[in-house]
């Protein structure tokens, strides 16, 4: 690690205060250092991170955290901030197993004032801690922190609506690196500017108003004439802008790089007593040259990874997200009704090299989930055939427009759900175990995972031909290694075999879904070591299932289990549970999965053995499970016997 003069001794915001200007510049630049060097050895957000540095140590010596509550939209810009709030020596263990987290988190720090992950939440929740303290008789301030991009989202539109009818003293300062809001009109406006966001010509303001309304009979009517005046004034130099006509005073663009000028700016957002935007701009990677000139490629940055991984397997093997980008290219090339769509993750999932090759059928909708399922809707009714991809963590926010907007008139929409199942690095917040038991009930929804290159292609394929809904979900992970029985065509219901023994009996079957089938292979191979024959059979479908076909399959075994990736509870295998019992097929079943709690960052790996779904833990359950049958078995025996 490097050696740093100043950044280890801000163990607190107070410890700010006494710096100069020059420290300050240099704890700027100690702080940039320090994320470079940690992100490229564990991985996480880079470029927003360095574009926040300024303005975070602004805001910490503006305001007295955390009596002062500070929320941070998304919270993937936090970096600065934990390093400033006394996690200085904890920092290297980000997005670690057990370590820091990348995100705003409250069981770290008082700091940290809301627990966040997902985008254009801050302005409801600072207005909700605002209101909720003054209801409290506390006088602390609230301060959202939101960037041009959580701006696009539809939860922050309706906040700032909301709290502009409410009129209380909420700071919101928006954190621009890319868009341009609102631009002023000419030197005279950006003077007048400079000039309003003084603190004289407030406090001047003040007194002029006082004195003009104290002149007997006409006090008021000339007060209101000025004010008649000077918004007549404003209309002429400025150009209206959303906040304004929301009821919120507005001040900038200012450089969120001036740390000087952003504190003078916010003592006087101090003294604001109604809702306030504060417009910073920032450099998005700002202090290192690649992340500056590509913003995008360095949002996520991945940890260093060897050459070669635990498995074996090359480090440039084709990813999942890989796969699609390539499956939909193809699919678009045949078929021009193809329309692509994402929500503001352009390259995260995987249609970068699509929105080259059709700019004219790829569509960013920004950060606007349900708008973009219903969008994608409508163009489904005027023709066309829209692929829209989105992080499963995400699809949560718009469960209500696939069933109404989607399944219900039963448009050929196709959600394509990256990053589902177990998700390293980030956390709660992004985990995707939860889209299964979201979706996989929805009447008419055609819902399957692929897990490598050629099974992807073959769902695009079938999305492409289908009449009506169709998820696909995949994980953040290498594809399946290409073979045969997995080049076979998709059957409505139906999996295929990847491991099947000639000899029927004694033998135990996995169930594997999506991503796990490399675990179940580890599985069947530990246990024909211990002399238990194992079949692996991959699922592929979610919905719909063939039951009938599935309960005669299971029929031939002594054990059959079932492996998923998302949550239990509400799984496919308390799908397939209940289908036994409505068939009254009394079958030796177990189902495995992520428990019902909240899973933290680790890596992929980690996350799977601590869900007890590795090869190993497989084994050594399945093992359990069948020397528990015996047992029961010999016991049932006995028993019989007894009773001649």
């Known amino acids: 690690m490097s050696e740093f003069s100043i950044l280890p001794g801000m163990n607190s915001p107070a410890a700010l205060k006494s710096l100069s200007s020059e420290e300050l510049k240099i704890l700027s630049g100690e702080i940039r250092e320090y994320i470079i060097e940690t992100v490229q050895r564990n991985g996480g957000h880079m470029a927003s991170n360095l574009g926040a540095v300024e303005l975070t140590i602004a805001l910490h010596r503006s305001f007295n955290s955390p009596i002062d509550k500070i929320v941070w939209d998304v919270g993937h810009q936090c970096y600065t901030h934990k390093l400033l709030t006394g996690r200085f020596e904890e920092f290297k263990t980000l997005r670690k197993m057990n370590g820091l987290s990348g995100f705003p988190k409250r069981e770290e720090s008082p700091h940290d004032i809301m627990n966040t ?91 002029i108003d006082r004195a003009i309304s104290t002149i007997p009979f006409f006090g008021k009517a000339i007060l209101k004439f000025v004010y008649r005046l000077k918004r007549g004034a404003k209309s002429v130099l400025f150009k209206e802008n959303l906040f304004t006509d929301l009821g919120f005073k507005y001040i900038g663009p200012i450089d969120g790089h001036n740390i000087d000028r952003m504190e003078k700016i916010f003592e006087v957002a101090k003294e604001v007593n109604q809702p306030l935007v504060i417009h910073v701009a ?120 696939v069933i109404h907007d989607v399944a219900i008139p039963h448009l050929p929409v196709t959600i394509v759900m990256d990053r589902a199942g177990l998700v390293p690095g980030d956390g709660e917040t992004h985990q995707g175990v939860y889209d299964i038991s979201l979706f996989k009930n929805v009447p008419g929804l055609t819902f399957v995972a692929p897990v490598n290159q050629a099974e992807m292609e073959l769902a695009v394929e079938m999305a492409r031909e289908a009449d009506g809904p169709v998820m696909i979900r995949y994980a953040k992970d290498n594809c399946y290694p290409e073979c045969d029985e997995l080049a076979v065509p998709f059957e409505i219901g139906r999996g295929v075999f990847l491991r099947k023994g000639e000899d029927q009996e004694n033998r135990t079957l996995i169930l594997s879904l999506g991503s796990l089938l490399n675990e179940a292979e580890k599985c069947a191979l530990i246990l024909e070591k211990k002399g238990i024959p194992c079949d692996v059979y991959n699922m592929r479908f979610i919905a719909p299932l063939d039951i009938d076909y599935l309960l005669d399959l299971v029929s031939n075994y002594n054990l059959t289990v079932l492996i998923e990736d998302g949550v239990k509870t509400g799984g496919l295998g308390e799908k397939i549970a209940a289908a036994m019992l409505e068939h ?49 078995e010999v016991v049932k025996q006995v028993r019989n016997d007894s009773w001649r």
């Not at 409801?124 to 922190?145: D, K």
């Not at 163009?379 to 829209?386: E, F, I, Q, T």
């Open 117 to 207: 992950g997902h985008a254009s939440t801050s302005v409801s929740a600072a207005l909700g801690v605002l209101v909720g303290e003054q209801l409290a008789g506390t006088r602390g301030r609230a301060i959202a922190v939101i960037g041009d991009g959580s701006l696009t989202g539809g939860q922050a539109l309706e906040a700032l609506n909301y709290a502009g009818h409410l009129g209380k003293n909420l700071i919101i300062i928006l954190n621009d690196n890319n868009m341009s809001i609102g631009n002023n009109v000419g030197a005279i406006s950006s003077y007048m500017s400079r000039l309003t966001s003084t603190g004289s010509y407030m406090n001047m303001r003040r007194f």
């Open 584 to 632: 009254d097929r009394n079958f030796h079943f177990r189902h495995l999965g992520a428990p019902d709690e909240f899973l933290g960052q680790a890596t992929r790996e980690e996350l799977i053995r601590e869900c007890g779904l590795d090869g190993k833990s497989l084994a050594g359950r399945i093992d359990e499970i069948l020397h528990n049958y015996r047992f029961e």
């Open 282 to 401: 920032t450099i998005k990677g700002k202090g290192l040259l690649d992340a500056e000139e590509n913003p995008a490629g360095y949002h996520g940055v991945s940890p260093e990874v060897p050459e070669k991984t635990e498995t074996g397997e090359s480090a440039d093997t084709i990813k999942m997200t890989e796969a699609y980008g390539q499956a939909i290219v193809h699919a678009a090339e045949k078929d021009k009704s193809i329309v692509a769509l994402t929500a503001a993750m352009t390259s995260g999932t995987g249609l970068k090299a699509f929105s080259e090759k059709f700019p004219d059928r790829f569509f960013d909708v920004g950060i606007t989930e349900p708008h973009g399922i219903t969008y994608a809707a409508g163009m489904a009714v005027a023709g066309r055939k829209p692929f829209v991809s989105i992080y499963s963590t995400f699809m949560q926010r718009a469960v209500d427009q």
